[in-house]
């Protein structure tokens, strides 16, 4: 992963959007990969600032190593009233670390403190990870599960070109009260499989982008309290800026958009969005 993050660096952040109504929440962010910094250092600051500029007040940081989601949490200790951590190994990360078990006792141990409040991101990638490493990434991400169960986290899933084998294992071994499909991928048929189990439909910028109308007509169809939305920092930055450095202060396009094709006020929207972010993750301030 670290090539695509060297990247992204190299990309110049998109402009800041219109302000939004009421205040929402960035569901899943990458920041340490936005800024490459220590999490007190002056540029998380201009990240929060700006976002916090057009109504992004709230954001979540993403785990995706043992060593990053230690970062994470020592972000969500310094941001201790706008950023809440997620802590996982990312599924194309888990096949190939030096000590699978060492990694997953770390998750575990970081599971515990006060600011994490889901286990993620992690779950099946089959586009980027070979055949003969998958029955190791399918094994990390139901140990993910047990961890989120053990410690009534919500569960933060990356699902790519495997959404038949991710539905399927949470079957087979019970899916947490609070499962979470981050930038959701999948068409309407698969949206409406999620929303009966339960699972909560996270859109990213990809919503957005003219080559996914499948993603249009899924998020149409999910209900007010099974939706967020996230950035996915630093990647997918939305239209109109796609291929820009991605940052939560994108979020404003994304909810206009979904407004949009719901047909449905943007506040109403907002406002359901923000409600379930705290009701899923906790208060931000607590």
């Given at each position: 992963m670290a090539d695509r993050h060297n990247r992204d660096l190299d990309r110049q952040p998109a402009p800041l959007p219109e302000p939004l109504p009421v205040n929402c929440v960035d569901s899943h962010a990458h920041l340490e990969i936005v800024t490459n910094t220590e999490p007190d250092d002056p540029a998380i600051k201009k990240v929060l600032d700006d976002a916090a500029s057009v109504g992004i007040d709230r954001i979540v940081q993403v785990g995706y190593s043992a060593e990053q989601s230690e970062w994470s949490?020592?972000?969500?200790?310094?941001?201790?009233?706008?950023?809440?951590?997620?802590?996982?190994?990312?599924?194309?990360?888990?096949?190939?670390?030096?000590?699978?078990?060492?990694?997953?006792?770390?998750?575990?141990?970081?599971?515990?403190?006060?600011?994490?409040?889901?286990?993620?991101?992690t779950g099946l990638d089959f586009f980027r990870t070979a055949p003969d490493l998958q029955d190791k990434q399918k094994y990390s991400f139901k140990r993910h599960i047990e961890i989120a169960k053990h410690h009534n986290k919500a569960l933060v899933i990356h699902d790519r070109d495997a959404h038949r084998a991710v539905l399927d294992l949470l079957e087979e071994v019970g899916a947490p009260e609070k499962t979470i499909f981050h930038c959701y991928s999948g068409d309407a048929e698969m949206a409406q499989e999620c929303i009966e189990k339960g699972y909560i439909l996270s859109f990213a910028g990809t919503v957005t982008f003219k080559n996914a109308p499948h993603l249009r007509e899924a998020v149409k169809l999910v209900p007010h309290n099974q939706l967020l939305v996230e950035t996915d920092s630093p990647f997918l930055a939305p239209s109109p800026h796609r291929g820009a450095l991605n940052t939560p202060a994108q979020i404003p396009h994304i909810l206009r958009l979904i407004a949009q094709e719901r047909n449905e006020s943007l506040v109403d929207l907002t406002t359901a969005i923000s409600n379930n972010a705290e009701r899923i993750f906790g208060s931000f301030s607590a």
């Open positions: 949490v020592r972000l969500a200790e310094t941001w201790n009233t706008q950023v809440l951590a997620a802590v996982a190994l990312h599924p194309n990360e888990a096949p190939v670390v030096e000590d699978l078990e060492k990694d997953l006792a770390v998750i575990n141990e970081l599971a515990a403190h006060p600011r994490v409040r889901a286990i993620g991101e």
